[in-house]
Structure formats: structure tokens, C-alpha cells
T-cell receptor, first 113, second 111 residues
Framework: EAQVTQNPRYLITVTGKKLTVTCSQN?????MSWYRQDPGLGLRQIYY???????DKGDVPEGYKVSRKEKRNFPLILESPSPNQTSLYFC????????????FGQGTRLTVV | EDQVTQSPEALRLQEGESSSLNCSYT??????LFWYRQDPGKGPEFLFT???AGEEKEKERLKATLTKKESFLHITAPKPEDSATYLC????????????FGKGTRLSVIA
């Protein structure tokens, strides 16, 4: 089954404690992306990657890092989380060519206290 | 700059009351326009892809249409289970961002 898997689904952490949210896809997609979703603001892109070792900033990259060492994985790293990073996070993937839709993970609800 | 605007932001309907959601876009060449449904706390769920002006797609009570500047999602005789946020996204032919999303329309259908 084609899918994007995020872990964990829920996370409560304290300010400044480094954390990583994992994302993995099994469709051999070149393009992967991280979004955060906050009430009234829609999906905002944090970082995206067009292929292995190629990453770029989206609209709201401050306070986040990513890496793309393998095609299937695209982890989101918060080196020093702050309360304003409390949000619902989604990972997505889609192929670089063609017209196929994007697939989304189930979401990670992060709370930073 | 590629841009997607959805309206209205929120829509409240009585069960059976048909209506339409709008997605206006400006893009440097359209590869595809996508509609997604999103339930609270869950990932967006794919509904339709439209590729060219004049195209229409249907699924149960939903029908999506596309012109050169906008897309409509028509909801016929909605039921409470159609309540969700509906997201529109475009995929440009070129540029750095493969997908550009609108902010969504939050639909509530009241029994």
C-alpha cells in the first residue's frame, strides 16, 4: 500500500529539548515536503526536498532543520523547540514528473511547553 | 508568483442545501489542480485532479470543475458527514515549489 508514515503522532516536550519527527514514504517519490498547520493559517511549507541531498527553505523555515540522506526518508529536526512551534505537522511526497497527486502522512501534533 | 485563493473561508449549510466552493489561482503554467478533503487532526485526503480547462470530475455528492482561472467544488445535497475542510492546490509547470496550497474552506453541514 502506498503511504507516507510519520512518527510520532503525538509529542509533548519542553522548551529547548531537541527532537526529531520522522517521515518515510514507500513510493520512490523524488519530492518530499514538511508543512505546519495552524488555525486560520492553512498549510504552510517549512522545508522541501527535490531529491536526495537537495533541500530548500519553504515559507516558515526558522527554527527547523531537515536532511535527505535517503530517498525514502525526510526527518524534521527541531534543535531547540519553542512554544511557538506548537502545531500540527504534516509530511508529504509526490513524484517529480507526471501529474500524480501528493500523498500526506497522518500528522504529528506537537506541543512545546 | 504562484498563488491560490479559496473562498469562502467557512460555509455553513443545512443538510440537502447544495452550494459551491471556489478556488482561484494564478500560476505560471498549470500542470494540475488538486482538491483534498481534511478532517480535524488528520492528513489531507485526495479527492480529484483536474488538468485542463473544461474538465469535470465527480465522486458521490462532489463535482469539481476547472476553468483557466478558477476551480469549483460543487456539493449536491450535502450530508453532515461531508463536514470537513476542503483544500485546493495547484502544481505549476515550473518553479521551485511543486505544490501551492490555498488556505481551505471549512464546511459545516447541519442536520
Amino acid at each position: 500500500e502506498a503511504q507516507v508514515t510519520q512518527n510520532p503522532r503525538y509529542l509533548i516536550t519542553v522548551t529547548g529539548k531537541k527532537l526529531t519527527v520522522t517521515c518515510s514514504q514507500n513510493m520512490n517519490h523524488e519530492y518530499m515536503s514538511w508543512y505546519r498547520q495552524d488555525p486560520g493559517l492553512g498549510l504552510r511549507q517549512i522545508y522541501y526536498s527535490m531529491n536526495v541531498e537537495v533541500t530548500d527553505k519553504g515559507d516558515v523555515p526558522e527554527g527547523y532543520k531537515v536532511s535527505r540522506k535517503e530517498k525514502r526518508n525526510f526527518p524534521l529536526i527541531l534543535e531547540s523547540p519553542s512554544p511557538n512551534q506548537t502545531s500540527l505537522y504534516f509530511c508529504a511526497s509526490l513524484p517529480a514528473t507526471g501529474w500524480a497527486e501528493a500523498f500526506f502522512g497522518q500528522g504529528t501534533r506537537l506541543t512545546v511547553v | 508568483e504562484d498563488q491560490v485563493t479559496q473562498s469562502p473561508e467557512a460555509l455553513r449549510l443545512q443538510e440537502g442545501e447544495s452550494s459551491s466552493l471556489n478556488c482561484s489561482y494564478t500560476v505560471s503554467g498549470l500542470r494540475g489542480l488538486f482538491w483534498y478533503r481534511q478532517d480535524p487532526g488528520k492528513g489531507p485526503e485526495f479527492l480529484f485532479t483536474l488538468y485542463s480547462a473544461g474538465e469535470e470530475k465527480e465522486k458521490e455528492r462532489l463535482k469539481a470543475t476547472l476553468t483557466k482561472k478558477e476551480s469549483f467544488l460543487h456539493i449536491t445535497a450535502p450530508k453532515p458527514e461531508d463536514s470537513a475542510t476542503y483544500l485546493c492546490a495547484v502544481r505549476p509547470n515550473s518553479g521551485n515549489t511543486p505544490l501551492v496550497f490555498g488556505k481551505g474552506t471549512r464546511l459545516s453541514v447541519i442536520a
